[in-house]
């Protein structure tokens, strides 16, 4: 499966971190943010033990070792907010539609394949799952004040970047609480007859998270 691979995890990571470092550093204050204490979804773990993801979710189908690198010092200096100043180790455990990151025994929902589940994905009051199209979902941010047409830093492009397929998609940022340098990517295909959602990503917890 693609998304076991590392080379292309390699990749992803590189061309999001790109990408993200340059426009979040700029992020406006006043935009409103997503934690991952506003996600739930049904009977899937959202953050905590790896003794709990096990109990609940079982094996993973495949691991692979990772870092989480420090954050650029310039933006350490504009956004004023003092990461890890070492690399860590972390560890992600891959499921069919789910992916997690472990560091120590924490474990926290890092990735979401909507086609592969049909479990509602709650953020804050917003409800989504694999039907939902980008007009709509588009519709309901701007509803709740997450998103205005000015914003255009907010939507990163067309990079299909965890699964390194290259198709086409539109990919939608909103501002993540616990990190002031990352957001939560929301993915959607863009086809002639499919503009619905097929993924969703969320940074690893900085502030407050499992990155001591």
């Known amino acids: 499966r693609p998304h076991s691979k590392l080379p292309r995890r390699r990749q992803r990571i590189f061309l999001l971190f790109a990408t993200l470092i340059s426009t979040f550093c700029n992020a406006q204050p006043d935009v409103a943010t997503i934690s991952m204490t506003d996600v739930a979804i049904p009977g899937v773990l959202i953050i905590g033990s790896y003794s709990q993801l096990i109990e609940s979710e079982g094996k993973p189908s495949s691991r692979f070792n990772s870092t989480i690198n420090p954050v650029n010092k310039r933006c350490i200096k504009e956004c004023g907010y003092v990461p890890p100043n070492k690399v860590v180790q972390c560890e992600h455990l891959v499921y069919e539609a789910f992916e997690y990151v472990r560091i120590g025994d924490s474990v926290q929902l890092i990735f979401i394949d909507l086609t592969k589940t049909k479990l509602p994905i709650h953020i804050k009051d917003l409800?989504?799952?694999r039907t939902i199209s980008q007009k709509n979902f588009l519709y309901e941010i701007k509803k709740r004040g997450w998103w205005t047409d000015d914003e255009n830093d907010y939507k990163i492009g067309r990079i299909e970047s965890h699964?390194?397929?290259y198709?086409?998609?539109n990919n939608?940022?909103?501002n993540f609480e616990?990190?002031?340098y990352s957001s939560v990517i929301f993915t959607f295909h863009d086809k002639p007859f499919n503009k619905k959602i097929w993924w969703i990503e969320f940074p690893i917890?900085?502030?407050g998270g499992i990155v001591h």
């Open 127 to 129: 409800v989504i799952d």
């Open 163 to 165: 699964y390194g397929t």
């Open 167 to 169: 198709s086409n998609v």
């Open 172 to 174: 939608y940022t909103l």
């Open 178 to 180: 616990e990190d002031p």
């Open 205 to 207: 917890m900085r502030i």
